[in-house]
Structure formats: C-alpha cells, structure tokens
C-alpha cells in the first residue's frame, strides 16, 4: 500500500489556496473539485500533510472508488475490499455517510450495507462472528455523488483546524484554517507590519505567526492514524521530529494584535503562550478609533464583527471606523472578511478584489485592498 491517493477537504471556496499550499509542499499530481483536492502521493505522506497542511479541513484515504446505482452494487464493491489490509480485529470502525444527486439516496441505508459488507469480508480473515470494536477507531465514510461511490478513512480524526492551541475561544471565533487562508491570500512577509485591530482569540496573528516561523499546525495534537493498523508509527515520529527541526525560532516578526475587549486579550496572549509566541505578537487593549500606527507599508487582516454579534448600526459604525484608518494609513494593505454586504459601501472604497468563501455553512466576503508596495 506505498501508492495511495488521499483527498484533503477544504472550505467551499478555499480550494485554490489548498491546492497552492500543496505545491508549495512540493506536491504534483493534483485534481482540484468543490471542496476537495485529490493528491496522489505514498503512505509517509499520510503523517507529513496531517502535520504541516494549514488550510485543509480533514485529510482522507480514498480506499475506492465505484458507479453504484443499487444497494447489491454497493454490497458487492465494498465487499471486494480486502478490509483486513485497513482494519485490526478489534478496531472500533464507525461508519458515516453522504449522498447527493444519486439513486441511493438513503444515507442511513448505505451506512447499513457497507458495515455489513465490510463485517462479512472481515470474517472470512479473522474466523468470528461478532466483532467488539473495542480497538482504536477507524472513521470510514461511504459518499455517493451522481452515482459515484467513494469508500475513504478519515485519517486525521478531530479537523485539522484543532490545532491544539486554542484553549479558550472568544465569543465567534474564526476557524484556524479559515485564518491561516486568510494569511495566505495576502502579500505579507516578515519583513512587513502585520495588525489585527479586532483580534479575539487571537486566531488570525496567531497562524501568521506559525507560518512564518514555520511552526508545523498538527505539532501539538494527537491524529487517528498514529493508531492504524496499516501505518508504521516510527513514521509518524520522524516526520514529527523532522517539523520540529523545520521551525525558525529565531525569526523576527513584528505582529500587533488589539482589541477593545479586556477578556479578549487576556484570552489571546493565553494562546498565543501557549505556542510560545509571546514575543512576536504584541497584543494590547485598544479601539479602533485610538488606534495609532506607523504609515509604513504595513498589512492589516481582520475579522471585525458581523451579523447576530452586534447589532447591525454597530456593524455599519465599524466598517466605517476602520475606513477611516485605511484613509490615514495610506500605504498599508486592507483584507477584511465578513458577512456584511454592505461592507464597501461604509468602508468608504471599493475592493480592489472580492472572493466569496464559506466560514462553516455561513457566507462570507473576503475584502482586499491593496496597498503600494513597500520601497526597496
């Protein structure tokens, strides 16, 4: 099993950054589609991607892939697996389901026909007829689209966005992996000043943070792999050892995280600690309106509050607080996201582009300005 192909899931929307990060990786054979990008790649890489891939929701083990019209289709392809290759005797393997513009379109059935397709090829390998699943657990999960059948592992367990940082939240938090596409998406360096001015938990300065020192996202967390019957976990310690040795702690950042709530930061430099960042992100308590930056090529990501947060004038009155920082910091970059509509209209200035993604099922707006580039 060294060739495999595994799918790492992203938010609608954020497949392009996925599917660059990837690249960046050194990664080739790659098929984007909605929400998803398909990566052929060998076993190791199972450890490698849930280690270092920041904007991927979940990484998946495509098992196999087939047209099933009738549940005795379904029965016999997933029967044909040689499922004592995924599975130990004892593993506690859950199955989930999904279907959409298929004939099958009874999830809770084809969960009933492929676990009892998967127990019937078990027992003819491990000689019972009752099987406990008192073992680690194996998340297996038959999805079906357009009659397409395809039969995957969850590797990764918890989503990838539970970095394991994140102790506490503060009121909506931004996803990690929503946050460090974000970051992704804009033309900030090391070299340049980063500011939240509505930081919360401190998500956003946080995976910034991260990337430019290289601090490898899955570091801190435990992943359902380590205990695959199929994965070595001598693997799963080099390549955990290697990220480690990746991390450029002696990078200098100069990251200023604000917010005008008190608990907000004391929630964020908890984070923040946590991961040892305390001296490259600055955070302090402060409204947008006393905000005073230097006029120095800077970039600003936010996330300002939107929707049932506060009320909608407080939302309008924000937007327009914040347009009127841009106006007094002419050579910085601008990228908002929100679920405002009416954002360009208060910030004061159309977008110089404006891309559409998805924070869970609620759709948001990613607003970007973009600054002069700084002078040499």
């Not at 099958?104 to 090829?121: V, W």
């Not at 001015?197 to 435990?222: D, Q, V």
């Not at 005008?260 to 305390?278: F, P, Q, R």
């Not at 948001?364 to 973009?370: H, L, R």
Request: hydrophobic share 35%; glycine share 6%; aromatic share 12%.
């Amino acid at each position: 099993m060294d060739k495999i192909k595994l799918i790492a899931t992203t938010n609608m929307g954020l497949e392009a950054v996925t599917k660059r990060e990837l690249i960046d990786l050194g990664y080739e054979d790659l098929k984007v589609s909605d929400g998803k990008v398909e990566i052929d790649c060998q076993l190791k890489d199972i450890a490698i991607l849930n280690l270092k891939l920041r904007t991927a929701e979940r990484l998946l083990l495509l098992v196999d892939s087939f047209k099933a019209e009738t549940f005795e289709e379904l029965f016999d392809k997933v029967f044909e697996i040689r499922w004592w290759d995924y599975l130990g005797e004892e593993d506690n393997f859950i199955i989930q389901g999904r279907s959409r513009k298929s004939k099958l379109f009874s999830i809770s059935d084809c969960q009933r026909i492929t676990e009892k397709a998967i127990i019937e090829k078990l027992k003819m390998k491990y000689k019972v007829s009752w099987f406990e699943k008192s073992g680690p657990r194996v998340k297996i999960e038959v999805s079906l689209l357009n009659d397409l059948a395809e039969i995957t592992i969850d590797t990764s367990g918890e989503g990838l966005h539970k970095r394991g940082y994140r102790e506490v939240n503060y009121k909506a938090p931004l996803s990690e992996t929503i946050a460090a596409s974000l970051v992704k998406l804009t033309f900030w360096n090391k070299d340049r000043i980063l500011a939240d001015p509505f930081c919360g938990s401190g998500t956003i300065p946080i995976e910034a943070a991260m990337m430019e020192k290289n601090i490898a996202p899955g570091l801190m967390r435990k992943f359902d792999f380590e205990n695959f019957k199929f994965f070595d976990p001598e693997i799963f310690k080099e390549e955990k050892k290697k990220a480690y040795s990746e991390i450029r702690y002696d990078e200098k950042l100069e990251i200023l995280a604000s917010d005008v709530s008190y608990k907000a930061i004391k929630i964020a430099k908890s984070n923040a600690e946590i991961l040892g960042l305390e001296e490259d992100i600055s955070f302090f308590q402060k409204d947008i309106r006393e905000l005073d930056l230097p006029d120095d090529y800077g970039v600003i990501i936010t996330n300002p509050p939107y929707g049932e947060r506060i009320g909608k004038e407080d939302v309008d009155q924000l937007n327009k607080e914040l347009g009127e920082l841009a106006k007094s910091l002419k050579t910085w970059s601008f990228y908002v996201i929100t679920a405002n509509e009416n954002f360009e209209k208060n910030f004061g200035k159309k977008a110089d582009r404006n891309r559409k993604l998805y924070n869970g099922r609620l759709k948001t707006y990613y607003y970007q300005y973009y600054g002069p580039k700084p002078k040499r």
